[in-house]
């Protein structure tokens, strides 16, 4: 069977497990933030709309700016992209032919965008439980490679590794000739993150990816970017198509950044009922990853697969992301995002009465 790879647009996972898809679905397979996009965002929308007919600014000066402002880096240390997908693709690029060794379970883009590059893409397994960090055989497995991709918090597990660890880390990527690329997508849902981009300053090995889209849910304009060594960060540029960024996503990404308040009450609602989903969780017996972020992973202990859950939902009109595509979970588990109350209490009662029925 060929899954979708990705979350959101369910109708193709429909379309798959050949289910009808129900006139009214909640979709928790895309991490997006629950409030939606800032308000000022749609405030200043008109004022985009009338800047459509110029291109783009192809080096992104004003947005870069701020955000080289923001992080305390210079300009140079910045590159804008089409999302984070277009950033992944360019580091592909970059490690063309090299090896690579992908922090597992993670974000399926990475190896993709590296086989897609010739290179040879070797596994670190965490293990499922707490997923720790565990440095157990990591040095021989950097011996020969080029880069080393750990995602921080973890798509799809929503862990998160301290600052302490990412140090560690740079050390021995260090050691080994070795790039770190971490990649912090989700990073601005963390309650207590702890930022490492001044660590670029005295580790020319470290690379920061960050996306736009999640915290801003502005997923259909496709914003990131990423932070790094200038040298490296330059090689990355030259990569690039010209004008990959449009002028609603540059205006965008400049209106969002001053959305302080927005990005706290976010963070507020995230802790708020992600607790209120773990305490009924624990109370009706279900498993379930120590995420700090919009996601986790759920499974039922008692179920020998996860996919008469994972059907009963999609019948019931919840959307849950498969994991059939990340290695070491191989659809073992389910994630879901964290969303508003209204529809984490229509997903509690939906995982009660499956509780129900199958006991």
């Not at 990705?6 to 006139?23: A, D, I, V």
């Not at 992104?60 to 910045?78: D, F, R, T």
Request: proline share 6%; net charge negative; glycine share 6%.
């Amino acid at each position: 069977m060929k899954w979708p790879p990705h979350g959101s647009n369910p109708q193709y996972l429909f379309e798959t497990l050949g289910l009808r898809m129900p006139e009214k679905i909640t979709d928790f397979s895309a991490n997006i933030n629950p409030l939606g996009p800032p308000p000022v965002l749609k405030e200043k929308w008109n004022t985009i709309f009338d800047q459509i007919s110029d291109y783009p600014d192809p080096q992104g000066a004003v947005l870069k700016k701020k955000l080289a402002e923001k992080e305390g880096i210079h300009e140079s240390q910045i590159l804008i992209g089409n999302g984070g997908a277009e950033i992944i693709f360019l580091i592909g690029r970059l490690l063309a032919g090299k090896k690579a060794v992908v922090v597992e379970p993670a974000f399926s883009e990475y190896e993709q965008a590296c086989r897609t590059h010739s290179c040879d893409v070797g596994y670190h397994q965490l293990q499922p439980g707490d997923w720790e960090w565990e440095q157990r055989d990591l040095s021989s497995k950097l011996k020969d490679a080029e880069a080393l991709f750990l995602c921080n918090p973890n798509n799809p597990t929503g862990v998160y590794y301290s600052k302490e660890i990412i140090r560690h880390l740079l050390e021995e990527c260090l050691r080994n000739d070795c790039l770190l690329i971490v990649d912090e997508a989700f990073y601005d849902f963390v309650p207590d993150y702890e930022p490492i981009v001044s660590y670029i300053e005295n580790y020319s090995n470290l690379l920061v990816i960050r996306s736009m889209t999640k915290m801003f849910a502005i997923p259909g304009l496709r914003l990131g970017y990423i932070m790094g060594n200038s040298k490296i960060v330059g090689k990355l540029a030259g990569y690039q198509q010209h004008w990959s960024i449009n002028t609603p996503a540059l205006k965008a990404g400049e209106i969002c950044l001053e959305s302080e308040s927005y990005v706290a009450e976010t963070k507020r609602l995230v802790k708020s009922e992600r607790e209120k989903l773990f305490t009924f969780y624990e109370e009706n017996e279900f498993t379930y990853s120590p995420s700090s972020t919009n996601f986790y992973l759920l499974k039922d202990p008692t179920a020998k697969s996860q996919l008469p859950l994972f059907r009963f939902l999609l019948e019931n009109g919840i959307v849950p992301r498969h994991t059939m595509n990340f290695p070491g979970l191989e659809g073992d588990w389910l994630r879901f995002a964290v969303k508003g109350s209204k529809d984490n209490g229509t997903l509690m009662e939906r995982i009660a009465l499956w509780k129900k029925s199958s006991h």
